[in-house]
């Protein structure tokens, strides 16, 4: 696709924005277009979408490297945690808008119309499409400095908050990270006289039933049943159990 000079003084401004020249400006702007500006007379032109696969495993690596060296105590589990907090949607929505990487994005008409320059998910995408274009066109060494240029408060700001995080809301976060659907916590039973009474939790995702667990109060059930939840997923290793030592899921 043909870069115009406007075109060009724009993402000339982008570049500055994050301390980056391509040699390569189409990559750039291929990382810039969305799959919606695509279709129709535009149907020749590229889409983000396979610098946007490059980017997040780019991302990911830098994160987890970040982490290796700078938490030396960290276990496995909670690195495992950390890392999923600090790429999460909202974070890379966050430091999307900050280098206002909406207003340099190629949409459709619709797209534009229905306020897709500040859709998390249109933004997110685009900004590890970004990464993926750095890492292509420059290598890693200026991918990692891009990344860690808005990254590092997102990983420390995870580090503190994720080590205290409960099992459902760790079990949230990763219904959300997963686009799995609606999260829900059923009472399927009650026994014991009121005193002393013990409460059954299930939980439901999308409509589909998932960990059961026990408690003798409604919130220690959903805990468990979050628990479970997580170990049936394969996401044990976020637990908040399993990352201060372990308990057995209640099922």
């Known amino acids: 696709m043909r870069i115009n000079d406007n075109r060009r003084d724009r ?3 982008l570049q500055r924005t994050i301390g980056y020249t391509f040699s390569d400006i189409q990559l750039l702007n291929t990382a810039l277009t969305h799959t919606s500006y695509v279709k129709g007379e535009n149907r020749s032109a590229g889409h983000n979408e396979r610098l946007e696969f490059l980017g997040d495993a780019v991302l990911e690596l830098i994160v987890s490297e970040y982490l290796f060296i700078n938490n030396r105590d960290m276990s496995e589990g909670l690195m495992t945690r ?3 907090r600090a790429v999460y949607e909202n974070a ?4 999307a808008m900050n280098i206002r990487l909406g207003s340099f994005l190629l949409l459709s008409h619709g797209e534009e119309n229905t306020g897709g320059r500040t859709k998390p998910s249109i933004l997110s995408d685009a900004l ?3 990464i993926g274009a750095v890492y292509i066109d420059g290598g890693l060494e200026p991918a990692k400095r891009f990344i860690l240029s808005f990254a590092v408060d997102y990983i420390n700001d995870a580090v503190k908050s994720v080590s205290v995080k409960d099992n459902k809301t ?3 976060e990763y219904v959300q990270q997963e686009h799995m659907g609606e999260l829900e916590y059923v009472v399927v039973s009650m026994s014991g006289p009121d005193h002393k009474r013990t409460f059954t939790m ?5 409509g589909k039933p998932y960990g059961k ?6 919130q220690e059930a959903g805990q468990n049943a979050a628990h479970a939840t997580l170990i049936m997923l394969g996401a044990n290793e976020m637990s908040a159990d ?10």
């Open 202 to 206: 299930l939980v439901n995702i999308n």
């Open 11 to 13: 993402l000339d401004v």
């Open 128 to 130: 590890e499409a970004l």
């Open 92 to 95: 890379l929505f966050k430091a």
């Open 170 to 172: 760790l079990l949230q």
């Open 213 to 218: 667990g026990h408690g003798m109060s409604k």
């Open 242 to 251: 399993n990352a201060h030592g372990g308990k057995d899921a209640t099922n």
């Open 82 to 84: 950390v890392r999923a």
